[in-house]
């Protein structure tokens, strides 16, 4: 029997930005956080200051979006 690995974070890359996008979106319609979509979700993703972000994907795969 393979043993179950949990998905582990990995620094945020730009080329990550895309999917976060599109997480933050389903976070929105589902539970409205940002109670008021960001006219630039990106920069909302990336605020001045920020120091690290960090990603988990699913499948442990870079080719799978973030999640």
Do not use: I, K, N, Q
């Not at 949990?6 to 895309?18: E, K």
């Not at 929105?28 to 909302?44: G, K, L």
């Amino acid at each position: 029997m393979t043993p179950v690995v949990p998905p582990a974070p990995r620094p945020r890359t730009d080329d990550d930005l895309p999917a976060c996008v599109t997480v933050l979106r389903a976070v929105h319609d589902t539970d409205r956080y940002p109670s008021t979509w960001p006219a630039d979700p990106v920069a909302f993703l990336s605020p001045p200051g920020l120091v690290t972000a960090l990603v988990v994907t699913a499948g442990g795969s870079r080719g799978t979006p973030p999640c």
